[in-house]
Nanobody
Framework: VQLQASGGGLVQAGGSLRLSCAAS????????MGWLRQAPGKEREFVAA????????YYADSVKGRFTISTDNAKNTVYLQMNSLKPEDTAVYYC???????????????WGQGTLVTVSS
């Protein structure tokens, strides 16, 4: 499974960004897609997850109501729409894929390269 993330950038607080993650070579062990992030000096944290097979999306409390994860199965792409961004959302965002046990966790089998999101105040 190969994952290619894109869409990061610099945005002012209150603004929006949409991250994309193109996946190739999908298998059952990559049925769950997640977005995680790592801010400077902090541990990597879970942001959102969804499955290709239609399980409900799951979000970290810190982004609930502001971020939306979605899939386009025809394009094998997962999106993370980020609205009402805050400076504390600044981090490198990673897309990842894993089996159903990955749902809502930080444990995934496959990782894409990170994309930097910087939110200025």
């Amino acid at each position: 499974v190969q994952l290619q993330a894109s869409g990061g950038g610099l945005v002012q607080a209150g603004g929006s960004l949409r991250l994309s993650c193109a996946a190739s070579g999908r298998t059952f062990s990559s049925n769950v897609m997640g977005w995680l992030r790592q801010a400077p000096g902090k541990e990597r944290e879970f942001v959102a997850a969804i499955s290709w097979s239609g399980y409900s999306a799951y979000y970290a409390d810190s982004v609930k109501g502001r971020f939306t994860i979605s899939t386009d199965n025809a394009k094998n792409t997962v999106y993370l729409q980020m609205n009402s961004l805050k400076p504390e959302d600044t981090a490198v965002y990673y897309c990842a894929a894993g089996p159903p046990s990955s749902y809502g966790s930080r444990s995934y089998l496959y990782w894409g390269q990170g994309t930097l999101v910087t939110v200025s105040s």
